[in-house]
């Protein structure tokens, strides 16, 4: 799955190890699109983060840092 395909209802399908390695992503692209300052894109990466975290909560899934 992309991580723009990330939604509240889907999430609940995608098994851990995905969701591990989208987790990551999410901050990849975060580390650059912080660097050439583009706020929207900014705040779409924080709602797919917030969403990505909750469901690694619920499974129980270990992860670091907040975006």
């Known amino acids: 799955m992309k991580l723009d395909e990330v939604t509240k209802i889907n999430v609940k ?14 901050h990849q ?17 924080r709602e797919k983060h917030i969403i990505l975290v909750t469901e690694m909560n619920k499974k129980k899934i270990a992860h670091n840092t907040p975006l």
């Open 29 to 45: 692209l975060f580390s650059q699109t912080n660097k050439i300052n583009n706020q929207e894109l900014i705040r779409k990466l």
């Open 13 to 26: 399908r995608i098994k851990t190890k995905e969701l591990g390695n989208l987790h990551y992503r999410c």
